[in-house]
């Protein structure tokens, strides 16, 4: 499975932007990258996924470098809501299936 | 619309000791994933069904977990017997297909195995 580097924690004030980054320097021209978050007690939930391009949807918007050999996360605004363990995954789609190979995350703290 | 349902919420057992966790997909949803989490670490695929057949298993400890998915609709997953190391939340997840649409997770199952 492609693997993923992620920081282990990061901090943030609440109503400012924050930028998770990721490296993924073993990816492939077919491999998706998926962003999904854990709340404290729950299932991971998902946040958005690219390719190639820049991707923005509700919840945050994803900035994928011209190599794809490394992306960021960005929550425009972070709430106290938001404090969670992000998780940046590579997805390969094949025929047999494509599952979502979890590493550990970056645990995003905010604080008022 | 309904999530994607688990039971137990909560489970402790003792080690040699059989336990077994459901899940209800979201309707419709022919894809369904259980992942084991120990504390600390990120969700790892125990197995992957597309409807009731099993896509990957490769990570199942086959000598003492099982799952099945009859009719290709709620699944059960299976520990027996128990060990100390199985300790984590199961984590049921499910999606449309086996493309690349986003997956929805349950609340999980935490169990202790004492």
């Known amino acids: 499975d492609a693997k993923t580097t992620q920081p282990n924690s990061m901090e943030s004030n609440e109503e400012e932007p924050v930028h998770l980054p990721c490296n993924h320097s073993?990816?492939?021209?077919?491999?998706?990258i998926h962003w999904y978050r854990q709340l404290p007690s729950q299932g991971p939930e998902y946040v958005i996924h690219?390719?190639?391009s820049n991707v923005n949807n509700r919840m945050a918007s994803l900035a994928i470098a011209e190599d794809r050999k490394s992306s960021t996360l960005i929550l425009h605004r972070a709430t106290l809501r938001d404090a969670a363990v992000y998780y940046c995954?590579?997805?390969?789609?094949?025929?047999?299936?494509?599952?979502?190979?979890f590493g550990t995350g970056t645990q995003l703290k905010v604080e008022l | 619309e309904a999530g994607v349902a688990q039971s137990p919420r909560y489970k402790i057992i003792e080690k040699r000791q059989s336990v077994a966790f459901w899940c209800n997909p979201i309707?419709?949803?022919?894809?369904l994933y259980w992942y084991q989490q120990i504390l600390g670490q990120g969700p790892k695929l125990l197995i992957q069904f597309q409807n009731n057949g099993v896509v990957d298993d490769s990570q199942l400890p086959k000598d003492r977990f099982s799952a099945e998915r009859l009719k290709g609709v709620d699944s059960t997953l299976k520990i027996q017997p128990a060990k100390l190391e199985d300790s984590a939340v199961y984590l049921c997840a499910s999606s449309l297909g086996a493309g690349m649409e986003k997956l929805f997770f349950g609340s999980g199952t935490q169990l202790s195995v004492l």
């Open positions: 690219g390719l190639t």
């Open positions: 995954i590579l997805r390969v789609l094949t025929g047999g299936g494509n599952k979502l190979t």
């Open positions: 309707s419709g949803h022919a894809t």
């Open positions: 073993t990816i492939s021209g077919t491999d998706y």
